[in-house]
């Protein structure tokens, strides 16, 4: 099972938008809504902020939103904060009760 | 609250085994499948497989299988991940994820314990 493909950086200022890219296959991303994204700080454990495509988890801000289109899935991140500078993962279902991270990507905030 | 918490940094040897727990709270341990996953030092995260904690049926990913277990104990709603004979690449930090059966996502992750090997 290979890694899904995430851009390694982004970078936007402040109040602008931005999005992270997620490419899989046809055996995974393409054939389930099972997309998530997680969020991780420095030295912190990661935190989940899209489940099942574009659904987003109690508490986490609206500001965050995730679509996926074929065999790529899309997170969005408008308003940037400061704060949201982190490091950024989209993960999978892969069928037979797998999963499959992305490679991560890095999140500058000018 | 729901909380996963690990046990505490190790060093070990190539060769050597290690336990790692992850006692969960604030939940019921059964209701949700335990999820690990491995992230070496500066890299990215990797999914290593999950445990349905109904059934204590493991399922490993590639490249995890053989040397990795994934165990219960249900009476102090605690999960396992064993680690044998360590090699140098083993060194990483390992997080315990619970994870929805029905949409494939982990909503809560323990703090991480970081696992060195090294001679």
């Known amino acids: 099972q290979s890694a899904l493909t995430q851009p390694a950086s982004v970078s936007g200022s402040p109040g602008q938008s931005i999005t992270i890219s997620c490419t899989g296959t046809s055996s995974d991303v393409g054939s389930y809504n099972l997309v998530s994204w997680y969020q991780q700080h420095p030295g912190k454990a990661p935190k989940l902020m899209i489940y099942?495509?574009?659904k987003r988890p109690s508490g986490v801000s609206n500001r965050f939103s995730g679509s996926k289109s074929g065999n790529t899935a899309s997170l969005t991140i408008s308003g940037l904060q400061a704060e949201d500078e982190a490091d950024y993962y989209c993960?999978?279902?892969?069928?037979?009760?797998?999963?499959?991270f992305g490679g991560g990507t890095k999140l500058t905030v000018l | 609250q729901v909380q996963l918490v690990q046990s505490g940094s190790e060093l070990k040897k190539p060769g050597a085994s290690v336990k790692v727990s992850c006692k969960a709270s604030?939940?019921?341990?059964?209701?949700?499948?335990m999820n690990w996953v491995r992230q070496a030092p500066g890299q990215g995260l990797e999914w290593m497989g999950w445990i349905n904690t109904n059934t204590g049926n493991p399922t490993y990913a590639q490249g995890f299988t053989g040397r990795f277990v994934f165990s219960l104990d249900t009476s102090v709603s605690t999960a396992y991940l064993q680690i044998s004979s360590l090699k140098a690449e083993d060194t990483a930090v390992y997080y315990c994820?619970?994870?929805?059966?029905?949409?494939?996502?982990?909503?809560?992750w323990g703090q991480g314990t970081l696992v060195t090997v090294s001679s």
């Open positions: 604030g939940y019921t341990f059964t209701s949700y499948a």
């Open positions: 099942e495509g574009s």
């Open positions: 994820a619970r994870g929805e059966y029905s949409s494939s996502s982990a909503d809560y």
């Open positions: 993960c999978s279902y892969a069928g037979s009760s797998n999963w499959v």
